[in-house]
């Protein structure tokens, strides 16, 4: 322990030195974070709202869109204002509760994607049995699971972390504080311990991969099976988008951990950490409203209402 120091502060990564180019970096982020939070934001608006979309699968979406503007909320709200203000520092207590919501949030959205791949297999292969096995109370079940899931996994990882003096340097490679680049800032035995709860938690996180894997194998198989094209297509339309945003939340967590530290290249920090980080809960919301006509009909409503009150009501009453 003597090579120990007491870090109370950690710096984030300066992306540029220039002043224009960081109020510009501060723009572009406020714009990318306000479009993920409006569109998250509309998303669970339109489920509550239409009575249409008060189901099983569209509970868990209003779960999914409000785990996307948590997670995106953890991270870019705190480098907007370090760039708008020139300031990198973030506090020993803020980088520590930057990590735990991160996990929490992330750990939460995997438990819920495996949720809603079973309501899938449900509703698709055994449609007989759905309104039996998807009862209100099994979601909310399901869903408060979920949650608590993410908590205490997320607690255990950010104790662990967080229970020792950090040694070395307290100069944090990129935009947040992000797991990798703060291991190795941290001491010996945090790091073994770490990568035993890394370890020991791959094999549940593969466990979920499988079951994800041999839900979309039934539910495919099932659905080519179908004798009506204008059942394959409802049907698909329905599952698709919860497997692009099941493959790109895999594709985003595959470039964090395959990715390699680098201390000499902040653009490659920072368009590593922008694909898992913000370029899940940016593009989920665009891919459901693009692939589910009730949402884009909830979501042309409520524009309606919102913006153009007058001519909404004038149709409501000629119908």
Known sequence: MSNCTIIMEFFLMEYSSIRELQVLHAILFLLIYIAA??????TVTAIVTDPQLHSPMYFFLSNLSLLDIGYISVTLPKYI????TSNQSISLLGCAAQIFFAIFFAATEIALLVAMSYDRFVAICHPLHYGVTMTPFRCCW????????????????TGNMFRLP????NVIHQFFCDIPHVLKVSSSEVRDTEYILLISSSTLVLFCFGFLVVSYTYIFSTVFK??????????LSTCSPHLIIFL???LSAMVAFLSPLSDTSPIQNLLTSMTYAILPPFMNPIIYSLRNMKIKVALARIIKTTFFPKKFISETIKK
Not at 37 to 42: A, E, I, K, S, T
Not at 142 to 157: D, E, F, N, P, Q
Not at 166 to 169: M, T, V
């Open 37 to 42: 939070v409006m569109g998250n934001f509309l």
């Open 248 to 250: 790109l939340f895999i």
């Open 166 to 169: 950090f040694s070395g340097s």
């Open 142 to 157: 399901v869903a408060i699971s979920s949650w608590l899931s993410g908590l205490i996994y997320s607690a255990l990882h």
């Open 226 to 235: 179908m004798p009506s094209e204008e059942g394959r297509y409802k049907a």
């Open 81 to 84: 204002v370090n760039s708008l």
